[in-house]
């Protein structure tokens, strides 16, 4: 290696077959090359849903900002789950206990701090401990067992939401522990989960007209929207961080290595095992935090929350563009794909349309979204 | 004459009641490459996992500059300069041919408190080393997929001489390769052994080995039948105990000598 020599593009051909153009290779465009990225069909999926709902539900106040909000606040809760399940998808796993980690986590949350009266921020570190150590059995599971994490995680899909029914049942009598607002007032953590952020940019938003006041009621002279829930804020770090882990770190190297071909990666030097296990915590934080945030705004937690929310958060991370079988995928794709339930979901309901609509919608653009990434992954990998 | 880079001494390795090796002696002159040779089922791959790190050899010596060593895993292997491409193994095809290279190695640089993969050294130390292996790459951003078998090999080899490896193991690189392909990883194992590095190729293929091999061993069911320099041994020989008997004399007899 010469370092010290400088680089020419033009590397003198020392041998005939040395960079002469192989004239069986097509030139790629700039323009087609920028279009050929995993997230492509992500982001014809959200300007489809877009455009469509701009026609659709535009004088129904879904892009006033109260609307913005709503589908704002339900598209950053798939977004959070969909970041945990997309980096534990391109390491090679799923985790399909998500769902009663979300149940499991609130009810611990609730139990210890209404009906035990702990600090609600002792509680909220405790969830997350014990969320995160069930994440690294589930790792630890997979890994030692050699069995697939789709057969591990649905055994702990029924052992959490079993668990989490009966230790509600079995302390409170009721599957429903409310009470958490009261207990919650003025806690230091419980406000990094349940508060809004930017509030005085709200003011000045609607002291300068641009966004409505609240005429009447209590809160008159208010403006309508508070500020920026830290529901929100969650998903952007957490989209964010995992972004940035995943194309621009070694770890993130690592990360595509596992799920590429994990005995591949171990014969390098890549600590496959440890990569997992991290990831299925990861994926067990991600939920705990969509837990946290929902029993602080509901005030309540219950032992039936998160139902099928591991589904709806895999098919955000393939509506993203990830394969399946692990190795290839991405954050941004996986957030759009987020981004298009929460609209479809919250726009259907804008636009007037019968609820059971959404079904049939959201099976229709993940379809579509799915065969458009398939015909990008082929035209970027090689795959035949 | 030089001292060899790495030797191993009547290596035997047993799983459970099965004997894989039952006494393997093979030793790899710097520059030189040595061709392993054997059928299916000889030993040749629990072998080069002996010498890789990925098995522990059940007796036998391993010397490596003539200390004796024991390797725990590949990685000690690694550190130790001995490297292995395998055939199937060596690359990933959904990730780049950067993030392959660079795999387990990533150089990375400090942006404020975070440590970011450092993607401009990365790829420009991945187009140099592959251009100086023959390969022009349309960017290092593409998959190691869009590649052919060949080039996928040369990325391998490539990566392994980059970090230093002194003797270099290679797991029937040509087996699932077509004429031309074979042709260009044949080139590239003659390029390497130029630089001082000791080749270890394993290969069924007679031509291939006559092709490119200073030194041949024939492993047949465990045990190594005799080391032979180039010029001392006929292709037909090394065919006869790879088979490890006259049937297959006979076979080529009837076959006009194609196999």
Known sequence: MSESTPRSQTVAPTGPANLVKDERVKEMSAWRKSLVRPELGAICGTILVFSFFLIIARGTGMFAPQGILNWGVVSAQFAIIAVGACLLMIAGEFDLSVGSMIGFSGVVIALMSVTWGYPVWFAIIVAFAIAVAIGALNGYLVIKTGLPSFIVTLAFLYVLRGLTIYGSIATTRQTIIGGVSEVAAGDPIAWLFGGKILGFLFVWLADIGLIGKFVAGPRAGQPVIEGVPMLIVWALVLIAFAHILLTRTRFGNWIFASGGDAQAARYVGVPVNRVKILMFMFSAFCATVFATCQVMEFGSAAADRGLLKEFEAIISVVIGGALLTGGYGSVIGAALGALIFGVVQQGLFFAGVESSLFRVFLGVILLMAVILNTYIRRMITGER | ?259
């Open chain 2, 1 to 259: 004459m030089t001292k060899p880079l790495i030797e191993l001494i009547d290596i035997q390795k047993h799983f459970g009641p099965v004997i894989a090796l039952a006494g393997v002696s093979v030793s790899v002159l710097p520059g030189e490459c040595h061709c392993l040779l054997g059928d299916n089922g000889a030993g040749k791959s629990t072998f080069i996992k002996t010498m890789s790190g990925v098995h522990k050899p059940t007796k036998g010596k391993i010397l490596i500059d003539g200390e004796e060593v024991t390797f725990s895993s590949p990685r000690d292997a690694m550190e130790a300069g001995v490297a292995t491409v395998y055939q199937d193994l060596a690359m990933i095809p959904l990730m780049s041919v950067t993030r392959n290279f660079w795999m387990g190695r990533e150089p990375v640089r400090k942006f404020g408190p975070l440590q970011l993969f450092d993607f401009d050294r990365a790829n420009a130390v991945t187009l140099e080393e592959m251009a100086k292996m023959g390969i022009r790459l349309r960017s290092p951003d593409q998959a190691v997929g869009t590649l052919s078998g060949g080039e996928r090999q040369t990325v391998a080899i490539a990566r392994a001489v980059y970090f230093g490896a002194k003797v270099l193991i290679l797991d029937e690189p040509t087996s699932a390769l077509g004429v031309r392909q074979t042709a260009n990883v044949l080139a590239t194992i003659d390029k390497v052994r130029k630089n001082g590095i000791g080749i270890v190729f394993i290969t069924h293929n007679v031509r291939h080995a006559m092709a490119v091999g200073d030194r041949f061993t024939v492993l047949n069911r465990g045990r190594t039948l005799g080391t032979a320099k180039r010029g001392e041994i006929q292709p037909e020989e090394l065919q006869d105990m790879m088979a490890g008997g006259q049937e297959l004399a006979a076979l080529e007899g009837s076959l006009g000598g194609t196999v």
